[in-house]
C-alpha cells in the first residue's frame, strides 16, 4: 500500500465525514477488516478524492446520486452528512435527489428523502 495515498486518503476521508466517525471505524477494524479499510482509505479518498480536479462538494454530490442509484441507504445517510459539511444546500440536495428520482425511480427518491429529512432535522436544517 502506498503509504502517502494513505495518509491523503485519511485527512480527506476525516473532512468529509468526521475524523470521529473515521477513528471509530479504523479503531473496529479487525485483522479480517483492516486490510479493506486501508485500502479503501488509500483507493477511494486517496486517489478517488485526492485530485483537484473536481472540488468536494461536486465529488459529494455525485456520490449522493451513485449511492442512492444503488440504494445503499445507510452509505448514503453517512455521505448525506458529509455533502452538506463540503457545502452542499439543501436545495442542491434536493436537486440531487430528483436525478435519483428520475434516473432510478420515485421509490428510490422517496428513501432519499426520508433518510436526508433525518439529517436535516438532525442539523435543524
Same mark, same amino acid.
Not at 482509505?41 to 478524492?49: D, H, I, R
Given at each position: 500500500m502506498d503509504e502517502n495515498l494513505f495518509e491523503k486518503g485519511l485527512a480527506r476521508r476525516k473532512a468529509t465525514l468526521g475524523a470521529d466517525y473515521v477513528e471509530k471505524n479504523l479503531a473496529a477494524a479487525d485483522d479480517f477488516t483492516r486490510p479493506f479499510q486501508e485500502a479503501m482509505? #488509500?483507493?477511494?479518498?486517496?486517489?478517488? &478524492?485526492g485530485d483537484?480536479?473536481?472540488d468536494a462538494k461536486t465529488r459529494s454530490l455525485m456520490n449522493?446520486?451513485?449511492?442512492? #442509484?444503488?440504494?445503499?441507504?445507510?452509505? &448514503?445517510e453517512t455521505h448525506c452528512r458529509g455533502a452538506l459539511d463540503n457545502g452542499v444546500s439543501k436545495a442542491e440536495l434536493r436537486a440531487a435527489i430528483h436525478v435519483v428520482g428520475i434516473y432510478c425511480g420515485v421509490p428510490q427518491a422517496l428513501e432519499c428523502f426520508r433518510v436526508a429529512r433525518k439529517v436535516l432535522d438532525e442539523r435543524g436544517l
Open positions: 482509505t #488509500a483507493w477511494c479518498w486517496g486517489f478517488g &478524492w483537484e480536479a473536481i449522493l446520486s451513485m449511492i442512492g #442509484a444503488l440504494g445503499k441507504m445507510h452509505e &448514503w
